[in-house]
């Protein structure tokens, strides 16, 4: 086994890399995280994480921080722009580099999207600076890029594609939109069939996956982290109300009837018309397995209504929800 004892975290306090860093402490990690300071810091009195103030746009507050820990390993959580990405591979050279990437870096198509056989969005200079949603996809592509010209280089790079990301803590409420709407009403829209299949994976089984490809992943390599076993939307919600002890009307609406109230399909979460699976060999090779989905969905369900959690701003209201409902009951 590696004899890797000290990791630095570039973000950690949010959600993914804060749930990574809990993982990398369990394992016996003494941990830093480098954040600018702009969100409450969940780990300020807590033994064994340290944090170093610093902004990852600027190389001098890595290079301070590298400095300061001298870290085995390094997980970039918040790298967004390919030159941001290409500045800590150099200067977190001396240590193993996991980026926290996405399977949005795919060009959609394949089914499954495979790490070393579907290929990755382009992505040309303008777009590297953007912060639209549309160059999301190609800005993580290229950033995977960047590890792997790093790792041709020497650097032990690697790059870990997590699908859609559900649990505690989660701040962009996604999941939250449906377990809201299960806790609170007995009947609730689906768009299409109720079919629509987007993979996902438990925050807490990323957390695992990053610390796996830490200690054991091959530089130069991608892994996808998704759950083993996938599920539809209108089985989510099965899941969420078993987790909550109620129950649930799943009412699936058309393209067409939706239209009818102006409502469009991507108006809902977790939403995709089309198959968005991953393969998840490479990883679960390296001996990761994921949660079983009614597992985490309950961890994830009792968490958001704990927290009182109800959607992204955006989401479909339910005054037009019901219109659509009480529409379809002829």
């Given at each position: 086994?590696?004899?890797?004892?000290?990791?630095?975290?570039?973000?950690?306090?949010?959600?993914?890399?804060?749930?990574?860093?809990?993982?990398?402490?369990?394992?016996?990690?003494?941990?830093?995280?480098?954040?600018?300071?702009?969100?409450?810091?969940?780990?300020?009195?807590?033994?064994?994480?340290?944090?170093?103030?610093?902004?990852?746009?600027?190389?001098?507050?890595?290079?301070?921080?590298?400095?300061?820990?001298?870290?085995?390993?390094?997980?970039?959580?918040?790298?967004?722009?390919?030159?941001?990405?290409?500045?800590?591979?150099?200067?977190?050279?001396?240590?193993?580099?996991?980026?926290?990437?996405?399977?949005?870096?795919?060009?959609?198509?394949?089914?499954?999207?495979?790490?070393?056989?579907?290929?990755?969005?382009?992505?040309?200079?303008?777009?590297?600076?953007?912060?639209?949603?549309?160059?999301?996809?190609?800005?993580?592509?290229?950033?995977?890029?960047?590890?792997?010209?790093?790792?041709?280089?020497?650097?032990?790079?690697?790059?870990?594609?997590?699908?859609?990301?559900?649990?505690?803590?989660?701040?962009?409420?996604?999941?939250?939109?449906?377990?809201?709407?299960?806790?609170?009403?007995?009947?609730?829209?689906?768009?299409?069939?109720?079919?629509?299949?987007?993979?996902?994976?438990?925050?807490?089984?990323?957390?695992?996956?990053?610390?796996?490809?830490?200690?054991?992943?091959?530089?130069?390599?991608?892994?996808?982290?998704?759950?083993?076993?996938?599920?539809t939307l209108d089985t989510s919600l099965d899941l969420i109300a078993d987790a909550l002890d109620t129950d649930v009307e799943v009412v699936t609406a058309?393209?067409?009837?939706?239209?009818?109230?102006?409502?469009?399909?991507?108006?809902?979460?977790?939403?995709?018309?089309?198959?968005?699976?991953?393969?998840?060999?490479?990883?679960?090779?390296?001996?990761?397995?994921?949660?079983?989905?009614?597992?985490?969905?309950?961890?994830?369900?009792?968490?958001?209504?704990?927290?009182?959690?109800?959607?992204?701003?955006?989401?479909?209201?339910?005054?037009?929800?019901?219109?659509?409902?009480?529409?379809?009951?002829?």
């Amino acid at each position: 086994m590696p004899s890797f004892d000290t990791a630095l975290f570039v973000g950690g306090t949010r959600f993914v890399g804060r749930h990574a860093v809990e993982a990398f402490r369990d394992a016996g990690y003494a941990v830093t995280t480098v954040s600018r300071g702009t969100h409450d810091d969940p780990f300020a009195d807590r033994d064994g994480v340290d944090n170093y103030t610093g902004d990852r746009t600027v190389r001098a507050d890595l290079a301070a921080a590298r400095d300061a820990v001298e870290p085995d390993v390094v997980v970039d959580c918040v790298g967004l722009h390919p030159p941001e990405v290409r500045a800590a591979t150099d200067v977190f050279a001396d240590s193993r580099y996991v980026y926290v990437s996405s399977g949005s870096a795919y060009v959609p198509g394949d089914v499954p999207m495979r790490e070393d056989e579907t290929a990755l969005h382009p992505c040309d200079p303008e777009q590297e600076a953007e912060d639209s949603p549309e160059t999301y996809g190609p800005r993580k592509a290229e950033c995977d890029r960047a590890v792997f010209a790093a790792a041709e280089a020497g650097v032990e790079a690697m790059a870990v594609r997590p699908m859609l990301v559900q649990g505690p803590h989660d701040y962009t409420e996604r999941f939250g939109y449906w377990t809201n709407r299960v806790a609170e009403h007995d009947r609730v829209l689906v768009p299409g069939d109720g079919g629509s299949l987007l993979h996902r994976v438990s925050v807490r089984d990323l957390a695992a996956a990053l610390l796996l490809v830490a200690e054991e992943g091959t530089p130069g390599e991608a892994y996808n982290a998704a759950d083993r076993s996938a599920y539809t939307l209108d089985t989510s919600l099965d899941l969420i109300a078993d987790a909550l002890d109620t129950d649930v009307e799943v009412v699936t609406a058309s393209e067409r009837e939706l239209a009818a109230h102006g409502v469009d399909p991507t108006a809902f979460p977790l939403y995709t018309p089309d198959p968005m699976l991953v393969s998840t060999e490479k990883l679960a090779a390296l001996g990761w397995a994921s949660t079983p989905p009614a597992e985490s969905v309950a961890e994830t369900a009792r968490a958001h209504v704990d927290a009182g959690v109800t959607g992204p701003a955006g989401s479909l209201d339910r005054e037009t929800e019901d219109a659509v409902l009480e529409s379809l009951r002829g």
